[in-house]
């Protein structure tokens, strides 16, 4: 594995290259593990297994050992709320650290181990707060029931300053539309999925080149 100390900056490279998080997030272990594979497979060069996922922590060592090989591709964890799973996540191997709140005891591990974190926040205060914290970028979620890009917009006019990434949950095509209030990336789930493989990789592709300000 890649020295914890040059984590940070590599994972960052990535995210600037390919700005989307693919967000692993289901109940169901073996759908988890596809859902990544696919992710994995298709340009996606960050992935987020989330603690809800049954058995995360065993899946994100999996997945590491399945790598084989330093990344791009990253594994991270998502829904780190709390210091206990943010050493669990750092036990399990996890490379960036995800958290939907601001939290300092997450921050704090993330900091020491010298990985990427992501910390989650709503408001201005919590969005600079986060950043005083040292979160490399800046989850600004839930997005879609406040309002979506028009909210981000507002938050981006006296917040520019600050790396956002915008999440809860939105379609594909809706990407655009917060790249031009001021996402530099993107954290996407669901809606990269489709009801076959083929069509997801198509989905994923177009996410990816979209984030990336490109049509096709």
Known sequence: MTETRDIRGLVATSLAESPV????????RDHARHQAELFMANGI????????VPGA???VA???A???????????????????????????????LVSPNVSSVVAA?????GLYLILGALTCTEIVEARDL?????????LPPVGGAGYLAVIRGPLNDIPMLAAGGFAVEEIPDYRAAGASAFGIGAPLLCEDDEKSRQRIARAVQLARGQEF
């Open 21 to 28: 998080v693919g967000v692993v997030r289901t109940f169901n």
């Open 45 to 52: 060069e960050l992935i987020e297994v989330t603690f809800t």
């Open 57 to 59: 922590l065993d899946l």
């Open 62 to 64: 999996e997945l590491l």
């Open 66 to 96: 399945r790598r084989q090989a330093t990344g791009p591709p990253w594994i991270g964890m998502g829904t780190v709320t709390d210091l206990s799973r943010a050493e669990a996540a750092v036990d399990a191997g996890a490379e960036f």
């Open 109 to 113: 591990v993330c900091r020491r181990m």
């Open 134 to 142: 040292g979160a490399d970028i800046v989850k600004v979620y839930p």
